[in-house]
């Protein structure tokens, strides 16, 4: 076990890159999804679940757990590893963008933003400081600068202003950190569509120095063929010897396409939230299970797939129990999903080592129909 935080880049097979994150809670195998556990849990899910489907790390949210326990009460509680029982990493994201999205009267200057809280209304602020200080006190192996992260389509000289203000933060951020063995501090790259613009933001942050980078600012609606085309540049303009991570990515396609593309890791609520929903990715396509064709359907999800549900459960029951609206439906349709989507990151890990990338590219795609299955 390492003291330290460090990335091993093992292999490439054009842009695509596997490696291993080397941190005191444990390694992350790269490409690497992160299952989201906004408030302290994978939704529908035990820790040792998450595990069971392959994750070596996962996400937690400053906005949520500042509002909602408080970062203060998980601290004297042992810290969040220790009151979520998952003792391998975790990264948190620092607060700007879910304050953006989800909480009420907003106001945003220079020092940081003040909000009202979207669970009883109270006031808060963040800043760079206090996101680092939450961060620290959650006990988080990754942490991420406070960022903002502008809504898409926003006006050029918006993207700049917005851009060079999350730079000014990153500064902060990176000041507020302080020195911290072991753990890590990501900056964001933000500059919207604009290729310049993303330019100059990678160059502020190498100039301040991180252990990884993430691409910000993209899956807010552009869409899947203009992230594309930003990503045909961007992760161009940061190092090679750190771990690179999309924030917010995505539907499989999305995941497959980012990592030929020189993405690292990624993040997203779509396995869970979806399995919610009754929406199942499958190496076929996707099932929505509520649709009445399933309902006397005695063949599992995906006769290939060897999660719980798939081994165990027939559509049919899945369609029940869904319909009934029962709690063990949403628990095997996540358990299903996020074990597709780590079922695709080993997967592309195994052909990035053997060269092989994009014959199992071309496989995933030729095996995928086009719309529900
Ligand atoms: C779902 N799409 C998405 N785009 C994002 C973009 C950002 C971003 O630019 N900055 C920060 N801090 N977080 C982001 C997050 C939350 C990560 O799950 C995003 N999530
Ligand atoms: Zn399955």
Redesign the pocket.
């Known amino acids: 076990m390492t003291e330290r935080f460090s990335f091993d880049l093992k292999a490439t097979d054009g842009k695509a890159r596997t490696g291993v994150i080397s941190t005191p809670r444990g390694e992350v195998r790269t490409p690497a999804f992160m299952p989201?556990g906004t408030a302290a849990t994978v939704k529908a899910m035990m820790p040792e679940s998450v595990r069971a489907t392959g994750a070596d790390i996962l996400?937690g949210n400053t906005y949520h757990l500042m509002l909602r326990p408080t970062a203060e009460r998980i601290d004297r509680l042992g810290g969040l590893h220790k009151f979520m029982n998952w003792d391998r990493p975790i990264l948190t994201?620092?607060g700007?963008?879910?304050v953006m999205s989800l909480a009420g009267l907003r106001k945003l200057t220079e020092k940081g933003v003040t909000f009202k809280s979207h669970v009883d209304g109270s006031k808060h602020e963040l800043t760079p400081e206090r996101s680092m200080e939450i961060q620290r006190l959650l006990g988080s192996d990754i942490v991420?600068c406070f960022?903002e992260?502008p809504a898409l389509p926003a006006d050029r000289d918006r993207i700049a202003e917005s851009m060079r203000l999350s730079m000014r933060w990153a500064e902060r951020s990176r000041e507020a950190f302080g020195d911290r063995p072991g753990h890590a501090l990501f900056g964001?790259m933000?500059g919207g569509l604009e290729q310049d613009l993303r330019e100059e933001s990678a160059e502020a942050l190498k100039a301040i120095g991180f252990e990884g980078y993430?691409v910000?600012?993209?899956?807010?609606g552009e869409g899947q063929e203009a992230m594309f085309d930003c990503l045909d540049y961007a992760p161009d303009f940061l190092p090679t010897d750190t771990p690179r991570y999309l924030?917010?990515?995505g539907k499989p396609d999305d995941i497959v396409g980012a990592v030929a593309r020189g993405i690292d890791m990624m993040?997203?609520v779509l396995p869970s939230r979806s399995g919610r929903t009754g929406q199942v990715f499958t190496r076929y396509g996707v099932v929505n299970i509520k649709n009445a064709r399933h309902a006397d359907d005695p063949r599992p999800l995906d006769e290939a797939c060897s999660c719980p549900a798939c081994l165990n459960y027939s559509r049919a029951y899945l369609h029940h129990v869904f319909r009934s609206n029962e709690m063990i439906s949403g628990m095997l349709l996540t358990w299903h999903n996020l074990h597709y989507f780590q079922e695709i990151m080993q997967g592309m890990r195994d052909a990035i080592a053997a060269g092989t990338f994009a014959a199992w590219q071309a496989e995933f795609h030729a095996q995928r129909a086009q719309g529900d299955i």
């Open positions: 989201v996400l994201d620092s700007g963008f879910q991420m960022d992260c964001i933000q993430a910000g600012g993209l899956a807010v924030m917010g990515v993040d997203c």
